[in-house]
Nanobody, 117 residues
Framework: QVQLAESGGGLVQPGESLRLSCAATGFITDANVMGWYRQAPGGQREMVAT??????TNYVDSVQGRFTVSREDKKTVNLQMSNLKPEDTAVYYC????????????WGQGTQVTVSS
């Protein structure tokens, strides 16, 4: 079992920045992928950015050049969000998944990001 604790959400104006952080505890495999997903009201959950323990990253097109995912170690993941837009408003969820076949996803409780003037 893996537990995820997120922090860093809030209310900002368009063009401002926010940083999200997530720390995993429990059974943490050496090889894993951690990242961020988001869900806007009435929408489906979508992948925002992920990073493996080997440093491979993946971003949704809409955040390329504005968001940066990073990791200090196998248990943490951060998301630096710059030039935020109203369409970035959503609940952001941290995700953890070991890198082996059949692995189960673990999710954080979610943190609200609201971009509004």
């Amino acid at each position: 079992q893996v537990q995820l604790a997120e922090s860093g959400g809030g209310l900002v104006q368009p063009g401002e920045s926010l940083r999200l952080s997530c720390a995993a505890t429990g059974f943490i495999t050496d090889a894993n992928v951690m990242g961020w997903y988001r869900q806007a009201p009435g929408g489906q959950r979508e992948m925002v950015a992920t990073m493996t323990t080997r440093g491979r990253t993946n971003y949704v097109d809409s955040v390329q050049g504005r968001f940066t995912v990073s990791r200090e170690d196998k248990k943490t993941v951060n998301l630096q969000m710059s030039n935020l837009k109203p369409e970035d408003t959503a609940v952001y969820y941290c995700n953890f998944r070991p890198l082996y076949a059949g692995a189960v996803n673990s999710w954080g409780q979610g943190t609200q990001v609201t971009v509004s003037s």
